[in-house]
């Protein structure tokens, strides 16, 4: 049993709470008003150094080691929630209609103040530890809107190091691998413009949209098998069309909206299919007569991690769970994740540890309403911050405690 082990012991009930109390009351991104607070007066009471108000309601948490050294490190945990209608019925389930923690953000925000509370508590290593609480993360740009606000300039990082949880990998599991981890999570729209008609008299009057529309979205899939090489990877989805009223089912509409996501790994790929999309778009509503208007949103970056910081992350987590739990060579997916811009900033290595599987292998999965952090995993990554910690910047303080 190690020192770390038995503080755990000692503190996982109090972490427990503040993590539930985080999920009964979500905040989306860039009104985590009340979540930064409470992160900034927990880190105050346990004499960490702290800034608020980074990229609107971005924390930032300093604890300086008491040993030799000039490195720096930053470990990087999330708090917004997502518009959602929480289904659970658990004691803790979200106060707000329409607001909920379905990602596990409040999981990863309590994981690393714990792990910030422990290392205030104990500094015997070299260098500075930058605990940085982000907003935003789920598409409101929380990443970038502290880049903006200075956040290397003002805390100087040698590496940085991101965590989420992922249901359906066994409980306290930790995966990560070198290189492209998650992809650039692009969306597009595309607008059909065209003149209307009456659909069951005088439908050769009109220039249908429908047909264009209908085109277009066979035409998306010619991209990815035909524009994209075999080997690269592109995935292009259709969210929502919307053209016409239920309530004049004999209308031809004259205009009519389509969009979805986009998801690549590389540059390249990514050019390819912004240029695609705009030259379908355009070629199919030529053909029938009408007119289309393309916008791609390129959104977050995708998420590469560097092979140093990996060797790092991987050697922490197997410390922390025993390698045989630790897959440093897991399958990337297609998932999009803000930290990748500060990742283009300052090189880094951002690890999965499991949420859970149950006996069947069912489980809730993120970004649904019945997803749940579990609890049981805070310790597992506590012990992965900590040992980040001690990987990077030296020690011998986790030593092993007296029995």
Same mark, same amino acid.
């Not at 905040?27 to 860039?30: K, M, Q, R, V, Y």
């Not at 607001?99 to 379905?102: L, Q």
């Given at each position: 049993m190690t020192k770390l082990d038995d503080w755990l012991g000692a503190h996982h009930a109090e972490f427990t709470a503040i993590r539930r109390d985080i999920h009964a009351h979500p @905040? #989306?991104? #860039?009104e985590e008003h009340r979540t930064a607070k409470l992160v900034a007066d927990k880190l105050r009471e346990w004499g960490v150094e702290v800034t608020e108000n980074i990229g609107q309601t971005g924390v930032v948490g300093v604890i300086r080691g008491n040993q030799p050294g000039q490195r720096a490190i930053g470990l990087r945990a999330d708090m917004d929630c997502l518009a959602l209608e929480e289904l659970t019925g658990l004691a803790h389930a979200s106060k707000f209609p329409g !607001?909920? $923690?379905?990602c596990g953000h409040d999981g990863h925000t309590t994981m690393l103040l714990a792990a910030g509370r422990y290392l205030a508590g104990n500094r015997d290593f070299g260098g500075t530890v930058n605990l940085i609480f982000q907003p935003a993360e789920e598409g409101r740009g929380g990443a970038n809107a502290m880049l903006a606000d200075g956040l290397f300039e003002r805390f100087p990082c040698d590496a940085i190091y991101g965590? $989420? /949880?992922? *249901?359906? #990998? *066994?409980?306290?599991s930790f995966g990560t691998a070198v290189g492209p981890f998650l992809a650039a999570a692009d969306s597009w729209r595309v607008t059909f413009r065209g003149v209307g008609g009456h659909g069951g008299s005088q439908p050769h009057l009109s220039t249908d949209i429908t047909y264009a529309q209908a085109h277009f979205v066979l035409g998306l899939q010619g991209i990815v098998g035909r524009n994209v090489a075999p080997l690269d990877t592109a995935v292009i989805s259709v969210g929502f069309i919307h053209g016409g009223d239920q309530n004049a089912s004999n209308v031809i509409p004259s205009e009519l909206v389509v969009g979805g996501t986009a998801r690549t790994y590389s540059q390249d790929v990514r050019s390819t299919v912004e240029r !695609?999309?705009? @030259?379908?778009?355009a070629a199919t509503a030529q053909a029938w007569g009408c007119e289309a208007e393309a916008h791609y949103h390129r959104g977050t970056s995708s998420l590469v991690n560097a092979a140093e910081q990996v060797k790092v992350a991987v050697a922490a987590a197997s410390a922390a769970v025993g390698p045989e739990h630790v897959d440093g060579q897991m399958r990337r997916g297609t998932g999009g994740e803000d930290f990748a811009e500060m990742? #283009?900033?300052c090189p880094g290595a951002f690890m999965r540890i499991g949420n859970g599987v149950e006996a069947d292998g069912s489980f809730k999965g993120l970004h649904t309403p019945l997803y +749940?952090? /579990? +609890? @049981?995993i805070i310790p597992a990554g506590v012990r992965y911050w900590v040992g980040l910690v001690e990987q990077e910047l030296g020690a011998g303080w986790q030593a092993v405690a007296a029995e």
């Open positions: @905040e #989306l991104g #860039l !607001r909920m $923690h379905a965590l $989420h /949880n992922t *249901p359906g #990998l *066994p409980a306290s !695609r999309i705009a @030259e379908i778009a990742m #283009l900033v +749940d952090f /579990n +609890d @049981e």
